[in-house]
């Protein structure tokens, strides 16, 4: 079967904050995702902090104010991807509010 990608925002919060999620699939299985939390900040949009497959394994990256990732995180071992994904996404908008916080602290 031939992999099929997808898109899609999820709104969050009041300050027109979003996550984007982005995953690719072989069947129903997910084989690689990126979600990723973006803060709209002097009116533009900075992302704070993303999830995803690169490397080959699930994993956080914690970025600072340039885009740059000054820590990564791994998930917790074995995960596969559609559970990693849908962790990702509860943590983020469960967590917002703290990352835009943590985020603005390291602006320079």
């Known amino acids: 079967m031939p992999e099929t990608r997808k898109h899609f925002d999820i709104p969050i919060g009041q300050f027109g904050d979003f996550l984007r999620v982005v995953f690719t699939r072989d069947g129903k299985r997910i084989t690689h995702f990126v979600v990723q939390y973006f803060a709209r900040i002097d009116d533009k949009e900075r992302e704070v902090m993303r999830f995803d497959t690169a490397h080959d394994f ?10 740059s990732t000054f820590r990564k995180l791994p998930m917790r071992e074995g995960i596969d991807y559609a559970t990693a994904m849908r962790e990702a996404i509860d943590d983020l908008k469960t967590n917002w509010e703290r990352y835009r916080a943590d985020f603005l602290r390291r602006r320079p």
């Not at 994993?59 to 340039?66: G, V």
């Open 58 to 67: 699930a994993h956080r990256d914690l970025l600072a104010w340039d885009g």
